[in-house]
Nanobody, 120 residues
Framework: QVQLVESGGGLVQAGGSLRLSCAAS????????MAWYRQAPGKQRELVAA???????NYADSVKGRFTISRDNVKNTVFLQMNSLKPEDTAVYYC??????????????WGQGTQVTVSS
């Protein structure tokens, strides 16, 4: 059974920074894409940033230039460095990983979510 464990959320003032981490535990054959999504109250979950095993990245327009996604392929961990935070970044942030897993085959997993609150 694979679990994604997130950490690093919290309360920060506008203009501040936070760093989120997400580690995949359990048996893994290969993780392809690791990504961060977020969901604000009353809104749909949206992609924030994603990175492939080869190092390609993409970002939502709203976070370009402020957020940086990175990963450690050996430790199956993905990070999200968030700078110049704005109140509109307030949301629950979820980690997602897709790949090939023993017994489960090709599928993706979600973390439990971590709250990020940016005060004005």
């Amino acid at each position: 059974q694979v679990q994604l464990v997130e950490s690093g959320g919290g309360l920060v003032q506008a203009g501040g920074s936070l760093r989120l981490s997400c580690a995949a535990s359990g048996s893994v054959f290969r993780i392809n894409t690791m990504a961060w999504y977020r969901q604000a109250p009353g809104k749909q979950r949206e992609l924030v940033a994603a990175t492939t095993s080869g190092g390609s990245t993409n970002y939502a327009d709203s976070v370009k230039g402020r957020f940086t996604i990175s990963r450690d392929n050996v430790k199956n961990t993905v990070f999200l460095q968030m700078n110049s935070l704005k109140p509109e970044d307030t949301a629950v942030y979820y980690c997602n990983a897709d790949g090939v897993f023993p017994f489960a085959g090709v599928r993706d997993y979600w973390g439990q979510g971590t709250q990020v609150t940016v005060s004005s």
